[in-house]
């Protein structure tokens, strides 16, 4: 399946190992996660690891969402987060959001949405681990300009 | 045109709107060159709004916590009757649904609500939905604190949340900052109620895991008090412990109630806690700057206090009957003196409930622009609602609205009736309800009989799924299919007000639609017998049970 990397750079190559595999050879810097595996698991662990798949059964299964939000913003994963299943460009906005970065995904026009991704929206309401300002950021920040101003 | 009171878009709002329509368009234009399967498209258009009915598509427009100016009301209108067949259905969620829209319409409707400042995002899909409040916000006399500051930080919050658009199943929250719940808080996946403590300080009570559907039950409450600025986390903490546990095995078993139910909701309780304990010193606290500067919006209108005893409406109030009856069912106290919240009935008799045709949309904004500060409400209960009307100008607005048919001096009463769009629209119904909702308004079409009867909430739904929320309904009626003839399940007892939500029993069998009315006929005839001074019909229920009803109606049936 082609493998698309936000990043620009090359992809990881380690070969994933399923979380039950990967808890026998802790030092192995790749993992392959089910969606309902528990993240917290790897938080000792993700200083080491260069590369987290996760895993969409179907496009409409959004755990992983939260998994990647969990591995980006609490435990502070900073190594490439793959997207692996159910990956459709109407939903990569999402994910970029959510802090994936690189994605499997065998539909048609997919690496091109994915350019596109970043700037579909250019306004977003939530703070998260993409580091985008949301509104309420923006408008207090206007408030105090205009205050300074004044 | 008048100012409005309530939050209005800024150039972020609407930057976010446009580039979601644009969005969209590319979608349905994908689609229809076949380069999106259904399977794949689904989900884009029912976070759009867009439903595949019966017939057509439908349209289902949010009125985000049921406030709309006027200006918006008559755009609505406008959009009915150039991409649908001029008339729209006012929904129990304070939308409104145009029902035979084409999807390659689709795209303009929507560049056209964005034109007032509306959209149609997230009123359908497994997402956090339109958030709904107390449609008497702002005007109700009882109220703490206006609940839709809340409501529109959860809008904002919730709109295109990256985490939450694929949730296990659809999820709704509703607000109410009065003591008389009229959002029905109990009702809901999460419900906020505001409330004040020993200390004086405002905060809400979360209250999770309720609703109506094929598995009825009454919410829990989750967390007694929370301080208001901690709202946006508390709700975080929550969507992501049901978005990861929440049950995606089975589509009847994946509402939060199903959760909270089988998990039990101490365990719930802890493991929000703790998701929450993560979070609650993070981005998502709201500072006080950010929320004043929402609730400015919000500011009511400028009311001069005025005289409550107007020698005028004094006057009609004695010599017409019609109008006396109005002025006491569909009139509520305003919390300023001399004025009132008017409610204009989308029920008379022998219509169907919510209906209403551009032009009747148009006269109701007309009236709103005159009466109320260019200002209307949509009420779960589907109507609508002119919350800031002078009691001089009762008169009037009573004439105005007679002219458009909606002056039924009926709000409350039995053919007040909520029922869901059924069979005669909807893809998953056993049964229709409109025409059921119909013959009943006919029936007791009298007006100086239904005051005589008092309160009593009829509740239609054409199938299980129980859009017209008959469990929660005085008298509830469900549709069911039983080899192919449409059967109505009668139900007693179900209630939506605060401190007594309660959920409805079945009585017996059930019964054929030409049979219907002479049941209800009968449940009102034993209450009548059998009431003493001042109680309701739930009330009277709720005392002699549900025995005398059921011999009553069966021996007729």
């Given at each position: 399946m082609p493998l698309y990397n936000e990043a620009g750079g090359l992809p990881a190559t380690y070969v994933a190992l399923s979380f039950a595999d990967w808890r026998q050879r802790l030092d192995w810097p790749a993992v392959a996660l089910a969606n309902t595996d528990p993240v917290e698991d790897l938080a000792p662990h993700v200083g080491r690891l260069r590369l987290i798949v996760l895993d969409f059964p179907k496009f409409s299964d959004g755990r992983a969402y939260s998994q990647a939000r969990l591995l980006r913003g609490r435990l502070g994963y900073r190594g490439e987060l793959r997207a692996t299943g159910g990956v459709l460009q109407d939903q990569v906005a999402f994910m970029l959001r959510c802090g994936f970065d690189s994605f499997e995904s065998d539909q048609k026009g997919f690496g091109e949405a994915l350019a596109r991704a970043r700037t579909l929206f250019s306004i977003v309401y939530q703070p998260t681990e993409d580091g985008r300002a949301p509104a309420s950021l923006l408008r207090l920040k206007r408030r105090n300009v205009m205050a300074s101003k004044r | 045109m008048p100012d409005t009171h309530f939050y209005r878009y800024d150039e972020y709002d609407r930057t976010l709107v446009a580039e979601r329509v644009d969005q969209f368009r590319d979608q349905v234009r994908r689609r229809l060159a076949g380069e999106l399967t259904e399977e794949q498209f689904k989900p884009l258009r029912l976070t759009n709004g867009l439903y595949l009915q019966l017939h057509a598509y439908m349209l289902r427009i949010a009125i985000p916590y049921g406030t709309l100016s006027s200006r918006q009301l008559r755009k609505l209108a406008e959009i009915s009757r150039k991409y649908d067949r001029g008339y729209g259905h006012f929904t129990t969620r304070q939308n409104l649904q145009l029902n035979w829209i084409k999807l390659e319409d689709a795209p303009d409707a929507l560049a056209a609500l964005a034109e007032v400042d509306m959209h149609a995002l997230q009123t359908s899909g497994n997402c956090i939905r339109n958030v709904t409040a107390d449609h008497f916000a702002g005007a109700a006399a009882d109220e703490i604190e206006d609940p839709r500051i809340w409501a529109e930080i959860v809008r904002q919050w919730s709109t295109l949340h990256p985490e939450f658009t694929f949730l296990p199943r659809k999820f709704k929250i509703a607000i109410t900052g009065s003591p008389n719940d009229r959002a029905a808080v109990r009702v809901h996946d999460i419900g906020l109620r505001l409330w004040r403590n020993a200390a004086g300080e405002v905060g809400f009570e979360v209250i999770v895991g309720g609703g109506l559907g094929r598995t009825p039950m009454i919410g829990k409450t989750?967390?007694?008090?929370?301080?208001?600025?901690?709202l946006l986390a508390y709700l975080e903490a929550t969507l992501r412990v049901y978005n990861r546990y929440g049950r995606r095995d089975n589509l009847y078993k994946a509402r939060i109630k199903i959760l909270v139910h089988e998990v039990g909701v101490e365990k719930m309780r802890a493991d929000v806690e703790a998701e929450y304990a993560e979070i609650r010193d993070g981005l998502l606290g709201l500072s006080d700057e950010t929320v004043e500067a929402i609730a400015r919006q919000f500011a009511p209108p400028h009311l001069p206090p005025r005289s409550s005893l107007v020698a005028a409406v004094e006057a009609l109030r004695l010599e017409d009957r019609d109008f006396a009856l109005w002025l006491k069912s569909n009139v509520a106290p305003h919390r300023v003196g001399g004025h009132a919240i008017v409610t204009a009935s989308l029920k008379p008799a022998g219509a169907p409930p919510g209906d209403a045709s551009a032009v009747q949309m148009e006269g109701m904004a007309d009236i709103a622009d005159a009466f109320s500060h260019g200002e209307l409400r949509v009420s779960h209960e589907q109507n609508l609602i002119f919350p800031h009307v002078a009691i001089e100008d009762l008169p009037a607005v009573y004439a105005a609205l007679g002219r458009l048919g909606?002056?039924?001096?009926?709000?409350?009463?039995?053919?007040?009736i909520i029922a869901c769009p059924g069979l005669d629209y909807c893809a998953l119904a056993n049964a229709r309800s409109i025409p059921v909702a119909q013959r009943i308004s006919n029936h007791f079409a009298d007006l100086a009989r239904q005051h005589d009867i008092g309160d009593l909430k009829i509740k239609i739904s054409g199938c299980i799924n129980a859009c017209g929320h008959h469990h929660v309904g005085h008298i509830g009626i469900l549709g069911v299919d039983k080899n192919g003839v449409e059967l109505y399940q009668l139900s007693l007892g179900g209630d939506v007000d605060f401190g007594k939500t309660a959920l409805g029993t079945i009585l017996g069998p059930a019964v054929t639609a030409d049979k219907v009315v002479e049941a209800v006929d009968a449940l009102v005839a034993t209450y009548l017998d059998a009431r003493i001074p001042g109680e309701r019909f739930v009330d009277t229920h709720r005392r002699i049970g549900a025995q005398p009803f059921k011999e009553r109606v069966y021996a007729l049936v």
């Open positions: - | 989750l967390r007694a008090f929370l301080p208001k600025n901690e909606f002056a039924e001096a009926n709000v409350g009463k039995i053919t007040d």
